[in-house]
């Protein structure tokens, strides 16, 4: 168990844009409710939300297809 003192868990990239069509930030993938009540939650439901960000992203922001090269 960690200790009262330790810093919560966190999957914030610095990177703090909430995107107004996905209600995401953009760095993270979190909600903006997720993002102010992140300090108040406990350690096992950061961790199940941060289990759920990257496929959040991906569905929200998917990556570009990739044309096959004709050369």
């Known amino acids: 168990m ?3 003192s330790a810093r ?3 999957p914030c990239t ?7 069509a996905t209600g995401l930030c953009s760095g993270c993938g ?5 993002i ?3 300090g ?3 350690e096992d439901t ?6 759920e960000l990257g496929a959040r992203l991906l569905a929200a922001y998917p990556a570009p297809a ?3 090269s004709t050369e």
């Open 14 to 20: 610095k990177v703090c844009a909430l995107d107004a």
């Open 36 to 38: 102010a009540a992140w």
């Open 8 to 10: 919560p868990s966190s």
């Open 46 to 51: 950061r961790r199940a939300i941060m289990a």
């Open 30 to 34: 979190r909600t903006r409710d997720e």
């Open 66 to 68: 990739v044309e096959p």
């Open 2 to 4: 960690s200790s009262p």
């Open 40 to 42: 108040a939650m406990g």
